[in-house]
């Protein structure tokens, strides 16, 4: 890189830097902090939502599914637009109403309300330790992104700098300077992706006919993709739009729930064409010139890193100046997503579990030196845990599969069925995220060497198990009720 593009990429993080100091001055309270004083609008939040759920995993992460599957690769974001207008239509009436009237800060307060303290501090840890995931997944894409395009920089040293910065600015701005950041941070990699990345990468490969032949066809189908991946995928990304702490500050931030749910609509809209295509298809450019030998230094693309490709491609391609321009919009993408997550790690912890013991011996200001300082302490320890992961999309999704298999079934249980029982959420939780967990780490083996189908997700068996545990006890105990009622009459 040239001292000019390091000098771009150098303004781009002060700047960063600067909007999280401003709103560190204007923060006064936790309501501040973490939900943004509940007053924005539906164009702010919705950049915010997608800026957030394509973040740098899945920038980089849809780069590598372009560069390994082709653009059968972008139906990935698709199941992120079914999740976003799902939830638009079905859990946004019930928890804008809610968030405002009981001034709620997290996702688990929701469990308090509906089932008991205990099931909410449960779903405070399983959201707490998926979110702290999702952040390492974050810093890690930024690691990488940052070692292919700057020689001189090895990932873990990447790792230290990449996280400080994304650290530093969320643990003193809160919600409001991630959501105004993530507004300018999602405008920067789009017109870097239109602008820079694809039409310079086109160029660079010789247009379509070399893409054709630099390719097997399958690479330009939308159809070279199996049943079960698109059944996976839609297990672990669409619940996540009913389950995720970053979107349910989004929705308490919101004026009202019509702002609310105009953001969604917007967050999908640009999830899948938009962002999924635009990802896929500098992924399969990258794979073009990896084939074409135009990497230096590698013979062989087979044996790439797959999310190595695109940043690789960036750094081969990209003249001087632009080359800043279009990192600062990479890891505009990943800064977007790191930020929020670690915001909602911290308020899991500071409000769902230490606030379970402390919250009423605290002052305002008290309690947001707090928060501040458990988003550093959980931003360090999101870094190291980045150090010892290889594969952004694999941790992500990893992160994405724990909480949504413990919780979803007991969210949906609780907006939708009155027969819903506070033991059922409870063990439903446990089981299901704990059976993820287990398969996950197995690789879906279970005891005794019983192998279960590697065709489906280990996530898929915890939601299973968690729904059958949840109904079966809800029935139970309300069966158990009525006869109680009954034998006392």
Not at 198 to 205: F, S
């Amino acid at each position: 890189m040239h001292v000019i593009d390091y000098t771009i990429f150098i303004v781009y993080m002060l700047a960063m830097l600067g909007v999280g100091y401003y709103f560190y001055k204007k923060n006064t309270t936790a309501e501040d902090f973490y939900v943004s004083g509940r007053n924005m609008n539906s164009w702010h939040i919705g950049l915010s939502v997608v800026a957030t759920d394509v973040g740098g995993g899945f920038s980089i992460g849809l780069g590598g599914l372009g560069f390994s599957m082709g653009l059968s690769g972008s139906w990935m974001l698709f199941t992120g637009l079914l999740g976003a207008w799902l939830s638009a239509v079905f859990l946004i009436p019930k928890i804008s109403q809610l968030g405002h009237q009981h001034k709620f800060f997290t996702f688990p307060q929701i469990f308090n309300h509906f089932y008991s303290s205990k099931v909410a501090l449960l779903a405070g840890v399983i959201s707490a330790i998926g979110y702290i995931g999702f952040t390492s997944s974050q810093v890690l894409a930024g690691a990488k992104l940052a070692s292919a395009t700057i020689p001189q920089l090895n990932v873990q040293t990447a790792l230290i700098i990449m996280g400080l910065i994304a650290v530093v600015y969320t643990a003193i701005g809160g919600l409001k300077a991630v959501i105004y950041t993530d507004t300018i941070q999602w405008i920067i990699l789009i017109c870097g992706l239109v602008f820079i990345g694809i039409p310079l990468a086109y160029h660079a490969v010789g247009g379509y006919e070399a893409i054709q032949n630099a390719l097997p066809s399958n690479y330009l189908s939308l159809t070279h993709i199996s049943g079960y991946q698109i059944l996976n995928w839609s297990i672990t990304i669409i619940p996540i739009w009913f389950v995720g702490m970053t979107l349910y500050q989004r929705i308490y931030a919101s004026k009202n729930e019509k702002e609310a749910k105009k953001a969604w609509f917007i967050a999908g809209f640009f999830e899948w064409p938009i962002m999924a295509f635009m990802g896929v298809i500098l992924g399969l450019l990258a794979k073009v010139a990896a084939n074409q030998g135009l990497f230096f230094g590698i013979s062989d693309a087979a044996s790439m890193d797959s999310e190595m490709g695109l940043p690789v491609l960036l750094a081969t391609i990209l003249p001087v100046g632009l080359m800043g321009l279009m990192l600062s919009s990479y890891f505009s993408a990943i800064l977007s997503t790191a930020d929020s997550c670690l915001m909602a790690a911290s308020g899991n912890i500071v409000t769902d579990i230490i606030g379970k013991f402390f919250k009423s011996k605290l002052t305002h200001q008290k309690e947001l030196q707090m928060s501040q300082i458990v988003t550093l302490l959980v931003g360090i320890f999101a870094i190291v845990l980045a150090s010892q992961m290889q594969n952004v999309l694999e941790l992500m999704l990893y992160s994405y599969a724990f909480m949504v298999s413990g919780l979803f079934v007991p969210v949906i249980g609780a907006l939708f069925w009155k027969k819903s029982h506070s033991i059922a959420a409870f063990w439903s939780m446990v089981l299901g995220g704990s059976t993820t967990l287990f398969l996950i780490l197995t690789k879906n083996k279970l005891p005794l060497g019983i192998q279960l189908s590697q065709n489906l997700d280990a996530n898929a068996y915890g939601i299973s198990l968690s729904a059958l545990v949840f109904v079966t006890l809800s029935l139970y105990h309300s069966t158990k009720n009525k006869k109680t009622t009954w034998n006392s009459k």
